[in-house]
């Protein structure tokens, strides 16, 4: 992603911001839907759209979860883990994510199709236990054979053409 | 059992997903009802319905509105925060997903009160299907003219902008939240100043939650004194509660406030628990709140008799275990989550986070000691009431409460060598 694509994508809502710095936090969010994560190219691009330095744009970037400084899988499953989904059964479907995937528990599968991680609570914890495909509605609550459904269409999906984190 | 869907109209009327139908369903009244009257006497509206804020501290949202200078010569600005992130709330996700046109109405009702020609929506990361809810209905509301130029009469500019976090529950925190919307590290800013008189932009700023927002539609629709009449005096309004754990019909659940109890809300409304199994535990406003125990069931829901019992109402997430579960993993897991979002900046916190877990883990894994609950019991003053913002507190609560009412349980866990992983309840169509 070009600088210039970045400052495309800033210029309607330029406006909308008195001070310019607000624009960093969309610019990455924007920047890191073509790869998935933020590559350094990306917050090079990011600083020089934004006019901030690029050691000060990677600074907000590397406080937050979802934007990811190292790549990840073509798709981040997020099972949370936070006590309302614990009561019902999250560590096992983790557990069993993870022995589908081949990952041992958190981390991207060998064929880098899926990136797993354990979230903290999603505000889904009326469909517990669940989890996220990228930043998609939760599903839940999900049984083992309804999560390997979902991992199954994934696999099956391929690629996504702009990644949502 | 009184359940009141003031804010969440959705479930009395269909369609509300199109402006057209939110227009079906009584909406834009409260903002109709507001513009014909002047911005002070629409703060004063806001003040008699004695609504509190809905995102767990509960100050009186009239008071809030109130504190904002009317001479600073800086604009004013009205932050909505949809940043829903507290454990076992899920409440604010569910008027996004199916309600978003009362929470824009409700966005332009506070802002014609205070003067603010720009809101700010604060959407948390995660919340993805919601962002994409919410900007349609933006969308739906520019192209009517309800946001734009003369939303707020001819020339009268007033228009919101969506803005979305990206994983960090500390932005829930209000001054976090505007450093993270001023494009910062999330993190909580010393206080005072507060947001009132110097928040977003270093400009006089309200803030509040979805829910408190939402509320406003009806309240000025059918008047101040309506509000004020429902529930308790110092309480006064519907409330939404999230129900979830070890209960059978998890889900939202808005209820006048004082009239049902804490009983009432788990064993009527989210359909008790399963059969041969106890109530053991509660968590009745979010998880950053003191744990209560069976002797507290018949606890009226509102602010006094949940403080009262020792506890907060908090955001109304309602964390139900039963008997199956151990109150030591419970808490560990807890502790888990705030050492994860503690955001680093005050030592106590950074530190004293990652000791709770470190403690309670190794409980929960077979290795603890004795000694150990009374190295906690030195940790709770070290850490609570030493940081900028109440993360630190909302961290220390739960497991402080769970040691003074569960003693006996951690004992056990200790001599037993670990707590059993139990059973999961897993997935149960009630």
Not at chain 2, 312 to 333: H, K, Q
């Amino acid at each position: 992603m070009t600088a210039h694509e970045i400052s495309e994508f800033l210029a309607p809502i330029r406006h909308e911001f008195p001070d310019q710095r607000s624009l960093i936090l969309p610019a990455l969010r924007f920047a890191q839907e073509e790869q998935g994560w933020l590559p350094q190219g990306a917050m090079a691009a990011v600083a020089e759209a934004t006019g901030y330095s690029q050691a000060y744009v990677e600074s907000v970037a590397s406080f937050y979860d979802r934007l990811y400084t190292e790549p990840v899988g073509r798709r981040v499953i997020s099972v949370c883990t936070t006590l309302s989904c614990m009561l019902r059964g999250s560590d096992e479907l983790l557990a069993h994510v993870a022995a589908n995937i081949g990952t041992d528990g958190e981390g991207t599968s060998a064929d880098g199709m899926f990136t797993l991680q354990r979230a903290e609570c999603l505000g889904a914890c009326d469909r517990a236990p669940c989890l996220q495909v990228d930043s998609n509605d939760q599903q839940g609550p999900l049984t083992h054979d309804a999560a390997d459904a979902i991992i199954g269409a994934l696999r099956a999906d391929g690629a996504p053409t702009r990644y949502d984190r | 059992m009184p359940q009141l869907n003031s804010v969440y109209r959705h479930r009395e009327f269909q369609d509300l997903l199109t402006l057209s139908g939110y227009e079906r369903a009584g909406g834009w009244n409260g903002l109709k009802a507001t513009l014909e009257m002047t911005p002070d006497d629409a703060l004063y509206a806001f003040h008699r319905s004695g609504l509190r804020g809905r995102g767990g501290a509960g100050f009186p949202m009239g008071r809030k509105a109130s504190f904002l200078p009317v001479d600073s010569g800086k604009p004013t600005y009205v932050v909505c925060n949809a940043d829903e992130s507290e454990p076992g709330t899920f409440k604010d996700r569910e008027i996004l997903d199916k309600n978003p046109f009362q929470l824009i109405e409700g966005v332009a009702i506070a802002s014609y009160g205070v003067g603010c020609e720009r809101a700010y929506i604060y959407v948390r990361g995660e919340y993805g299907h919601q962002w994409d809810v919410l900007e349609r209905a933006i969308a739906e509301c520019r192209a009517a003219g309800h946001l734009g130029p003369d939303a707020f009469g001819p020339g009268a500019a007033f228009d919101i902008t969506l803005y979305r976090g990206a994983g960090a529950y500390i932005c829930g925190e209000e001054t976090a939240l505007l450093e993270s919307l001023e494009g910062k590290r999330g993190q909580p800013r010393l206080k005072p100043p507060y947001p009132a008189v110097a928040g977003l932009y270093d400009c006089p700023t309200l803030i509040n939650n979805v829910e408190t927002l939402a509320a406003l539609p009806p309240i000025m629709h059918r008047g101040a004194d309506w509000y004020s009449a429902i529930g308790p005096e110092k309480s006064p309004g519907t409330k939404i509660f999230s129900v979830s754990g070890h209960v059978l019909k998890p889900g939202n659940y808005e209820i006048v406030m004082g009239e049902t109890t804490l009983r009432d809300l788990i064993f009527n409304l989210a359909g008790g628990l399963r059969d041969g199994r106890e109530f053991k535990a509660c968590w009745p406003g979010g998880s950053s709140v003191p744990v209560l125990t069976a002797e507290h069931l018949d606890t009226p829901l509102d602010y006094e008799s949940l403080a009262s019992a020792g506890s907060f109402l908090g955001s109304g997430g309602c964390i139900v275990m039963d008997d199956s579960g151990c109150i030591v993993r419970a808490s560990w897991r807890l502790a888990h989550f705030y050492r994860h979002e503690s955001c680093g900046k005050c030592t106590p916190c950074r530190e004293g986070t990652g000791w709770l877990e470190k403690i309670l883990g190794r409980m929960v894994h077979g290795e603890g000691r004795l000694e150990d609950l009374a190295m906690l019991e030195s940790l709770f003053g070290r850490i609570s009431g030493r940081t900028l913002c109440a993360l630190a507190d909302g961290a220390v609560a739960p497991v402080q409460s769970a040691l003074e009412l569960f003693r006996d349980d951690f004992e056990r866990v200790i001599e037993q060598g670990g707590s059993p992983v139990p059973e999961p309840m897993g997935v149960i169509n009630a």
